[in-house]
């Protein structure tokens, strides 16, 4: 909307409850001159209801007024003796019209300035103010996220549960004005859209207290997000900012960089990127033996997150139900032959023998996996393999799956760049070569039109030949570098997409995604801390000793009251 759409919003709001307070307002003993002035006849109303004047701030934050203004029409028109459970339908269902029938045509109100309530409206009331105050925690202060994918494995892992904090880099106030509270863009159960495209608040963040550096993990809006729910294949949809899919990557280039990747190494402004000490980058290795790559030695050396190979003959409908959240992929190899792959975890050896299943592995004599360089250097060690090296992809291979999409850029994961990331105030010159780097934020994250004729670039009408850009940009990518969607697929991420920093795993399940008769608690991440140097350090024994402490200390104090 624009500002002059909002100024008409709001004008008319301001005379719609003129229009249905002035004569109540007369009622409570209040000049009804008051119901007309903004804000003011706002903090009357609280008056006349006996509530704090301070909740005129919860009005006005998004989302949480949704909870708020309803609960005011109710008190309201409690106070003028309209308090059946018909009028609190009537004036919620006519999104507060309702206060004008009490208004004009009632002839039962009266006012009465001390109203009370049932046990069961406390009741309510508490569970309104608890989600008001929870909703405040979940938009401005620290949110709760899970990770669905591996793009972070091995520094963040599927499953592990995380609190992230909004207040570092500044929360960002909810564009999205109608939305369900607590929930992102869809309602658990009923799986429906959680929101309103329209109206929509102009971006604003509430000022932070540190800066977004190199290699920092960070929370925002998958820029390119076009789906409704991840891992289902569909039509693309059209989502507001703020209801765009969660992703967590990290923030390897920041505004003013210039970055280029050389045989997978990240170089910054031309120096190697040194990651922080918890930083579990992944690389593509080729392991060979002319005996066969086994699986079981791999597992022996603590290697996993390699793909696995087996053929089952035996294979029915209700066989492939009960091991189907195990396979990866399929493919039937001749009549009743089937050719599956598996994750590292292959099929529970149990189920395997409870369903009398004919399957055996695949070994072959090379196997790509993703490893840290630790784990290469295992295996290497380990002299149970012929050869392990790294495998780097070839230069000059012309493709459009890469950023910038063009296939004038051949980059590629191991080879990308130079490429400058655009900083708020800096300015670049603009010519068909770099067009395509820039083109999505000229247009798509700054809101201009832009034309090209022939070899003119027009920006909004005008021919240019250079671009000063409106804000700050960043380059995220995932610690697992051949299985992350990331910046060297869709690009930039603007600051308005960003959402928080991670600060601490609460929880960590494996397997969280496949059954809980699958879920295994790795204790040693639960309460770890993200971000910090040095190895991960759980502090659960700790939270559990404050909390007998705790506890103790209350029953020692009850127990010397009573004596």
Known sequence: MSLNEWLLLFLSSNLIIFGGSYKLFNLAGVESWKALIPFYNIIKHLDIINRPRWWIILVFIPVINLLMIPVIWVEYIKTFNHNSKLDRILVIVTLGFYIYYISYVSNKKKYISQISFSNFERSFGSIIYAIVIATIVHNYIIQP??????????????????????????????????????????????????????????????????????????????????????????????????????????????????????????????????????????????????????????????????????????????????????????????????????????????????????????????????????????????????????????????????????????????????????????????????????????????FNDLKVIDEDILINGIKENEYVFKQDYYWMMGDNRYNSEDSRVWGFVPFDHVLGRPVFIWMSIEGLFNGIENWNFRWDRVFTTIGFDGEPRSYLPHFIGFIIAWQAFFFIKRRRKKS
């Open 145 to 446: 996220f899970v990770i669905p994918t591996g793009s972070l494995e091995k520094t963040l892992r599927v499953g592990d549960f995380l609190l992230v904090s909004k207040f570092h880099y500044g929360a960002r106030i909810p564009s999205t004005l109608v939305s369900f509270p607590m929930v992102h863009d869809t309602i658990p159960i009923i799986k429906s859209r959680s929101y309103l495209k329209k109206p929509q608040l102009p971006y604003l963040r509430i000022p932070g207290f540190q800066e977004i550096k190199n290699n920092d993990i960070v929370v925002f809006n998958w820029p390119a997000d076009t789906v409704r729910k991840f891992f289902v294949k569909e039509k693309g949809v059209i989502k507001p900012t703020d209801k765009k899919s969660n992703y967590v990557k990290r923030a390897i280039g920041i505004p003013g960089d210039s970055l280029e990747i050389r045989d997978g190494v990240v170089y910054l402004n031309g120096k190697e990127n040194n990651l922080p000490d918890r930083a579990r980058p992944l690389f593509t290795y080729l392991v060979k033996s002319n005996e066969g790559v086994s699986s079981s030695k791999l597992i022996n050396l603590e290697v996993d997150g390699f793909i696995r190979k087996f053929v089952i003959k035996n294979l029915s409908t209700d066989t492939y139900a009960e091991i189907s959240k195990y396979i990866l992929n399929i493919s039937n190899n001749g009549e009743n032959e089937y050719l599956i792959y598996t994750s590292d975890k292959g099929i529970p050896i149990k189920l395997v023998r409870k369903l009398s299943l004919d399957i055996r592995e695949i070994i072959d004599k090379e196997k790509e996996l993703s490893l840290t360089h630790i784990d290469a250097i295992k295996i290497k060690n380990s002299n149970q393999f012929d050869t392990i090296y790294r495998a780097i992809e070839e230069t000059d291979t012309s493709n459009s799956i890469f950023f910038p999409n063009n296939k004038r850029f051949s980059w590629n994961n191991d080879h990308f760049g130079p490429l400058y990331i655009p900083k708020a105030g800096d300015k670049i010159d603009l010519n068909i070569k770099t067009l395509p780097l820039y083109k999505k934020i000229i247009t798509d994250y700054e």
